[in-house]
Nanobody
Framework: VQLQASGGGLVQAGGSLRLSCAASGRAFRAYSLGWFRQAPGKEREFVAAMRSGGGNIVYADSVKGRFTISRDRNMGYLQMDSLKPEDTAVYFC???????????????WGRGTLVTVSS
């Protein structure tokens, strides 16, 4: 499975962006989907994740109520609303979680896409 995240960019605080994760291979549909982010000088952190069937959706407290994860066939999405400067980071999509959806123990990772939120 190969993943490619896209949709990042520069947005003002309060704005919205929709990130996409394009996956190759039908195996993706059987895998969980996760989004993580990494800000400069910080460790990679969990953002949102969901199981293959669309159930068990989990969000980091910092994005709950503002971000929405979804998927459709070989695509994953992260709708980001009410963006804040602290959301600035490189965002990564990942597939095939380990025992936990919220730890970065995923089998497949895509290249990140940069999101910059200006104040």
């Amino acid at each position: 499975v190969q993943l490619q995240a896209s949709g990042g960019g520069l947005v003002q605080a309060g704005g919205s962006l929709r990130l996409s994760c394009a996956a190759s291979g039908r195996a993706f549909r059987a895998y969980s989907l996760g989004w993580f982010r990494q800000a400069p000088g910080k460790e990679r952190e969990f953002v949102a994740a969901m199981r293959s069937g669309g159930g068990n959706i989990v969000y980091a407290d910092s994005v709950k109520g503002r971000f929405t994860i979804s998927r459709d066939r070989n695509m994953g999405y992260l709708q980001m609303d009410s963006l804040k400067p602290e959301d600035t980071a490189v965002y990564f999509c990942a597939a095939q979680a380990g025992a936990s959806l919220t730890t970065p123990q995923y089998g497949y990772w895509g290249r990140g896409t940069l999101v910059t939120v200006s104040s």
